[in-house]
């Protein structure tokens, strides 16, 4: 088990998560669970295992405290994780599914996950406020039965501020994004077709499974999407 546990700028936040057009998003009484997303397997295929998880975000105070477990992910190897969204604008992100292969090679890579889910925003690994976003050794680890468990507590008024700044003029808006799990072992062979960020590798970036981040304690059930 791989648990991250964090408390940074701990002044009292009364407000909830800003949201589009600076409406308030979801406000929580202190220590609810705001937001929830459930994580639905992608490219199963080629992973040979279909990864699935849930994911938490919970208020208390100025204090955002984020909770994702894992289990069906490739075994014995660190995960990148993140939240993905639209850099401009108002649109939500959606999970990709089998229609945004637009190669055809039966494998759902990052690139062809932008024009739906967006781009790269928060890292979810040691430290979601900074800008290490594909540093593999600060992701959480599976075990050797491919499950893992994450949780950070992180100052939310400091969080919006980083994001902010990264983003100018975009709110956190959860409810506007999605969550990613990435990563499989590099033994894996994948097609020459298969697209990375820039010089990764594409067995570091391709989603594993994607969840839709909505607003309250349970997730509306969805489709799920292509393996």
Do not use: W
């Amino acid at each position: 088990m791989h648990v991250l546990t964090f408390s940074l700028a701990a002044a009292v936040f009364a407000g909830a998560l800003v949201g589009l057009a600076g409406a308030p998003l979801a406000r929580a009484q202190s220590g609810d669970v705001a937001y929830h997303a459930t994580l639905s397997p992608l490219n199963a295929s080629v992973t040979g295992s279909e990864a699935s998880g849930e994911a938490t975000f919970t208020i208390n105070g100025d204090d955002l405290t984020i909770h994702i477990e894992m289990k069906g992910v490739p075994p014995d190897m660190a995960h990148l994780q993140h939240f993905h969204g639209f850099a401009e604008g108002d649109k939500a992100s959606a999970c990709p599914t089998a229609a945004d292969d637009k190669n055809g090679d039966g494998i759902i890579d990052l690139v062809e996950t932008e024009p739906v889910a967006g781009t790269t925003m928060v890292p979810f690994n040691d430290n979601p406020l900074g800008t290490d976003l594909l540093a593999l050794d600060t992701f959480p680890k599976a075990d050797a039965n491919g499950t893992y468990t994450y949780e950070t507590t992180v100052s939310l008024k400091a969080l919006e501020k980083a994001f902010a700044e990264r983003f100018p003029g975009q709110q956190l808006d959860l409810d506007r994004r999605v969550i990613f799990v990435h990563s499989i072992p590099d033994s894996i062979e994948l097609p020459s077709t298969v697209q990375s960020l820039g010089d990764f590798p594409a067995s570091l970036t391709l989603p594993i499974a994607c969840g839709k981040i909505e607003a309250g304690s349970a997730a509306t059930p969805q489709a799920t999407p292509a393996s």
